[in-house]
Structures are given as C-alpha cells and as structure tokens.
C-alpha cells in the first residue's frame, strides 16, 4: 500500500498518518510532537535520526552602558531557566550586578553567574570591574525567578554593550565552584604522595646549595633569632698529657696555669702503704697542708709485687678546673697531710685540656 492516510470511521476527515518502511515496505504510524491545535512547534529530528529537545529562547534585549546607574529594567524570564549576558564595545571601568526576582520585580535579590571563558563565579552578583574593552559573558542559572535585571554600579567612560537573553535549558550550565583562599581542603594526600611545590606563601623556597645537592630546601635565619653557630667546621681539641713520678716530697706541682678540664687520670702505687693523689683548683703548685684540694684520690699499696692502681671513672665531659690544675701526692687521706712518699713510689698520667 503506498503512503497514505488511512481513513477512521470515526467521524468524516478523520485519518491516520502512515508511512511505508524502505526495507520490509511495512506500513508504520507517523507521530509528531508538537502543538496539535495549530501543527506549530514541531519537534524535529537531525541528520543523524536523533529527536532534538530544544528550549525556547528567547530575544535578546540590548543595554548600553554610559553610566554608573544604567539598567535594563526588569525582565520577565517565566519559562526559562538561564539567562546568558554579554558585554562588548570599547569602555573602561564597568561593573555589572545580576538580580532575580520572584515577585515580579518588587524585591531583587544577587545572583551568581559563571563567566564563561573562565572558571571565576561572580561574588555577591557582581562582576568586578571587567578588564577594559573585553568582550565577555556569563550563564545565570535563575532556577523559578520570574524577573531578571543587569544594572551598572560602576562606570569610568566609553560604552559597554551589553545583551540579555533567556532560555530553558534541559541541564543547569555547568557549576563552577571557587574555594575560599586558605579555607578549604580537597581531598587528602595518599600516604608517601611527593608534591611539587613551587612556591610556599608566595615565597620560592632556596635549593640546591650544598653538599647535599638539588632537593634539600634551604633555611634563612630570621635576623631576631637568637645567636648561634651553623654549618661551622670545627675540630675537637686534642688533650694534652701530663705524668708525675713522685719525688721524696708531697709532690706539689702546677699542672697548668689556667682553666683546663680533667679528661682521664690513672695513678699506680709500688709502695706498702696507700697513697693519696690530689687535685687542686689553682693556678700555681698548691701550699700542700694549706690549699684545700678539690678532688683526693686514694692509690691502694702494692699486694705480692703488684702496683696498686687507681682508675677513677671521670666520664665524658671530665672535672672542670677553672682556675687552673695542681697536683700533690701525699701519704694520708686528710687535706691538711704533709706526709712525704718515697722517690719513684707512685707515677700519675692524666689527659686534660691544652
């Protein structure tokens, strides 16, 4: 059967469209989307066989801005749901405002738009002054509002040509969300996750200097800070030794004439009877019976042809003499003993500071 319409004994003029396929020549019904009262509006299909769903649009209103104050006015935008604004032309310091309304213009309200050759959303409704003679524009999504305006709070000269237009979009235009500096934190950093940082508080960190090479970030002293020494190549002092073979006497001996610091000491002992090594904080050989020594280290006698020997356990740091070291060997403990040992009986050796 070739392409007709089918008649319905519904009622006279009645007919149902069909169309005849290319590859089986089955007869299919032909529906159309549109306004049945008037074949208006019909939905259409594009090359490709797809239906197209399209909003309607609409006119676009034109505003010239030459003042601070300029406006469109108000602007019904029922049945749509973007509203897309433009500028153009040749002026300098313009600052838009978007407003919606839902009561019909009596109270306006900020609205956010998305500028669209950037990812930068208008604060509080407002534009900022946009850069001179640039052409621009911004989708507004106005969701139920049934008015809309574009109002100039700033203006510097020339003329900014600005367009209003409304549609109805089947999706929102797409978000563009900004974060607030220093406010929010996205996501998280995966365990180990480098970063390459470029700058830290606006500031690029020092590298690369030193031994360690390129990736060791670099430290500046704040100048307030207080003093002390960095990266300062310095060699530990070497002690000096100093030995004592005792003489038939009490030994007095200046070890060293200023402050001077005990790192080690050992002392042995041929004699029958203990003998006494000790140390004083002074500057020049001690008056043995009247200094007062600092330190008195017993030496125990020699037991079956074997020295005594006395080792003390300084430690690391050693004794501190700031005065100055000397030394006696006497034959009692007491501070105040003059007791004279024997020649060659007790021999001392000790480390101390140059």
């Given at each position: 059967m070739a392409d007709s319409s089918v008649p319905i004994t519904a009622g006279a003029g009645t007919n149902i469209d069909t169309r005849t396929t290319a590859g089986t020549g089955d007869h299919r019904q032909v529906v159309t989307l549109g306004d049945p009262s008037t074949d208006a509006n019909v939905a259409t299909v594009n090359a490709n066989g797809a239906l197209l769903v399209q909003g309607p649009q609409s006119a676009a209103t034109a505003l010239s801005v030459t003042t601070s104050s300029s406006s469109t006015g108000t602007l019904s935008c029922t049945g749509y749901n973007v509203a897309t604004v433009t500028i153009t032309g040749t002026y300098a310091g313009i600052n838009l405002t978007f407003e919606a309304s839902t009561d019909g213009g009596a109270t306006w309200v900020p609205i956010n738009g998305a500028q669209l050759d950037a990812g930068v959303v208008t604060a509080g409704g407002a534009t900022g002054v946009i850069t001179s003679n640039a052409s621009r524009g911004w989708d507004i999504a106005i969701g139920a509002a049934d008015s809309f305006r574009v109002r100039s709070t700033a203006f510097t000269s020339g003329a900014g040509a600005v367009r209003v237009a409304f549609q109805t979009l089947p999706y929102e235009p797409a978000p563009v969300a900004q974060l607030a500096a220093g406010t929010n934190i996205v996501g998280a950093l995966?365990?180990?996750?480098?970063?390459?940082?470029?700058?830290?508080?606006?500031?690029?960190?020092?590298?690369?200097?030193?031994?360690?090479?390129?990736?060791?970030?670099?430290?500046?002293?704040?100048?307030?800070?207080?003093?002390?020494?960095?990266?300062?190549?310095?060699?530990?002092?070497?002690?000096?030794?100093?030995?004592?073979?005792?003489?038939?006497?009490?030994?007095?001996?200046?070890?060293?004439?200023?402050?001077?610091?005990?790192?080690?000491?050992t002392a042995c002992n041929t004699g029958a009877a203990a003998a006494y090594v000790k140390l004083y904080n002074k500057a020049t050989a001690p008056t043995v019976g009247t200094d007062i020594p600092e330190m008195i280290i017993p030496v125990p006698a020699a037991a079956s042809g074997v020295p005594g020997v006395a080792n003390p356990n300084i430690g690391f740091s050693g004794?501190?003499?700031?005065l100055g070291l000397g030394i006696a060997i006497t034959g009692a403990a007491v501070h105040t003993d003059t007791t004279a040992i024997a020649a060659g009986q007790v021999k001392v050796k000790l480390s101390r500071t140059v």
């Amino acid at each position: 059967m070739a392409d007709s319409s089918v008649p319905i004994t519904a009622g006279a003029g009645t007919n149902i469209d069909t169309r005849t396929t290319a590859g089986t020549g089955d007869h299919r019904q032909v529906v159309t989307l549109g306004d049945p009262s008037t074949d208006a509006n019909v939905a259409t299909v594009n090359a490709n066989g797809a239906l197209l769903v399209q909003g309607p649009q609409s006119a676009a209103t034109a505003l010239s801005v030459t003042t601070s104050s300029s406006s469109t006015g108000t602007l019904s935008c029922t049945g749509y749901n973007v509203a897309t604004v433009t500028i153009t032309g040749t002026y300098a310091g313009i600052n838009l405002t978007f407003e919606a309304s839902t009561d019909g213009g009596a109270t306006w309200v900020p609205i956010n738009g998305a500028q669209l050759d950037a990812g930068v959303v208008t604060a509080g409704g407002a534009t900022g002054v946009i850069t001179s003679n640039a052409s621009r524009g911004w989708d507004i999504a106005i969701g139920a509002a049934d008015s809309f305006r574009v109002r100039s709070t700033a203006f510097t000269s020339g003329a900014g040509a600005v367009r209003v237009a409304f549609q109805t979009l089947p999706y929102e235009p797409a978000p563009v969300a900004q974060l607030a500096a220093g406010t929010n934190i996205v996501g998280a950093l995966v365990a180990n996750q480098s970063a390459n940082v470029a700058q830290i508080n606006a500031v690029t960190p020092l590298m690369g200097n030193g031994i360690t090479g390129t990736g060791s970030q670099r430290v500046t002293i704040a100048s307030d800070n207080t003093a002390f020494s960095v990266n300062a190549a310095t060699t530990p002092a070497q002690p000096t030794t100093s030995a004592v073979n005792s003489a038939a006497t009490t030994n007095a001996t200046a070890v060293k004439g200023s402050a001077g610091t005990v790192y080690a000491l050992t002392a042995c002992n041929t004699g029958a009877a203990a003998a006494y090594v000790k140390l004083y904080n002074k500057a020049t050989a001690p008056t043995v019976g009247t200094d007062i020594p600092e330190m008195i280290i017993p030496v125990p006698a020699a037991a079956s042809g074997v020295p005594g020997v006395a080792n003390p356990n300084i430690g690391f740091s050693g004794f501190r003499f700031p005065l100055g070291l000397g030394i006696a060997i006497t034959g009692a403990a007491v501070h105040t003993d003059t007791t004279a040992i024997a020649a060659g009986q007790v021999k001392v050796k000790l480390s101390r500071t140059v």
